[in-house]
């Protein structure tokens, strides 16, 4: 019908293969000027949102990622966390807090530990040095 192919069924009559593909094509020619725009700007809609929407646990993972022995007073921001990740934002917080613990409690040792060490070195050191010159 005016160089536009058509496609004619009627009752009684049972499509074949070709018919079905004819039929096809005449709707997908017809439907993908209409379609091609929403799946593009649903495409893009989509891209746009979760951007936007992973931005929260991209912060909360540059976050996670600046903290090291050096700093581990700095503690995740929960309030900015997504709700589903905020109880995993609590929790590494928590381990933080063990960790420091763990540390101080390590340097705390460690300096009891040098000044104890130190008393009897300057002890042997000042005998040592009060002695006579000789061999020994």
């Given amino acids: 019908a005016g160089g536009v192919p058509v496609l004619i069924l009627t009752a ?15 709707v997908a020619g017809q ?8 799946l593009a700007a649903s495409l893009l809609i989509t891209w746009w949102g979760l951007r936007r929407g ?5 912060a909360l993972a540059r976050a996670t990622a600046e903290v ?3 700093r581990t007073h700095r503690r995740l921001d929960v ?4 709700a589903e990740l905020a109880p995993l934002a609590q929790a590494f917080n928590l381990a933080l807090e063990r960790l420091s613990a763990t540390f101080a409690a390590s340097k705390r040792f460690l300096d009891n530990a040098a000044h104890e060490l130190r008393t009897p070195l300057a002890v042997m050191r000042a005998r040592v040095d009060a002695m006579p010159p ?3």
């Fill in 31 to 38: 439907v993908a000027p209409l379609l091609g725009p929403i």
């Fill in 134 to 136: 000789g061999e020994d």
């Fill in 79 to 82: 309030g900015d966390a997504p």
């Fill in 12 to 26: 009684g009559n049972t499509p074949d293969a070709l018919d079905l593909v004819h039929a096809a094509g005449i």
């Fill in 68 to 70: 090291d022995l050096d």
């Fill in 54 to 58: 992973l931005r929260p646990v991209a």
